[in-house]
């Protein structure tokens, strides 16, 4: 019989993985729009998934250090996208300057093998911030916006989902002593939320 941890793990792998096989079957359709290293960063987000369960279990590694380079990279990945579809830009580089001052902190003054909080929640503010001057920017436009066929709507509103809900979680997680299955579960429903929309952000380029 399988056990919690497992079927959690199931649950949220499942998405990443779907999500993964269609950016490479929908690839023609958006390689050339500012979309296109989604197909890696999805790559990147299954061996990060691989690397975080089995090094503690082959090599006794905390999966801290992995799920801390997750952090830099992706962070810093999604920020840099924002920057690209964003007309405020000088406002996603400000918020690019605070992650990596907050990732400078971490690794001077924290150690790299348990999860850093810090960064997690500068990621987060950015990422709601970011997304909501995204829709912002979308109800000022002057042409018509066909929110079901377009990709950045989709993929926005996954993030903007998964980080309203997960930065109360990491700030209140002490204070409640969330832990273990009990802060699992709140975290694999985000991620098969925020994976949901990016499948959204996949199929809807059938349409185009």
Do not use: H
Not at 6 to 22: D, E
Not at 162 to 187: H, W
């Amino acid at each position: 019989m399988l056990s919690k941890d497992i079927i959690l793990r199931l649950l949220m792998w499942l998405p990443q993985i779907a999500a993964f096989v269609l950016a490479i079957v929908m690839w023609p359709k958006y390689k050339n729009t500012t979309q296109r290293n989604f197909i890696y960063f999805l790559g990147f987000v299954l061996v990060i998934e691989c690397f975080g369960y089995l090094s503690p279990i082959l090599y006794g590694v905390k999966s801290g250090y992995v799920y801390n380079v997750y952090t830099i990279i992706s962070g810093l990945f999604l920020l840099t996208w924002f920057k690209s579809i964003l007309q405020t830009k000088r406002l996603v580089v400000i918020f690019i300057s605070i992650f990596i001052v907050s990732i400078s902190y971490c690794l001077f003054f924290q150690e790299f093998g348990k999860l850093w909080k810090i960064p997690l929640v500068v990621l987060a503010i950015a990422i709601l911030i970011c997304s909501t001057v995204f829709f912002s920017d979308l109800l000022t436009k002057n042409e018509v916006v066909n929110f079901k066929t377009d990709q950045k709507f989709w993929i926005v509103t996954g993030c903007l989902v998964f980080y309203i809900s997960y930065l109360p979680l990491v700030l209140l997680q002490k204070y409640f002593g969330l832990s273990g299955i009990y802060y699992r579960i709140p975290i694999t429903i985000n991620i098969i939320l925020m994976f949901g929309f990016i499948i959204k952000s996949f199929l809807c380029l059938k349409k185009n």
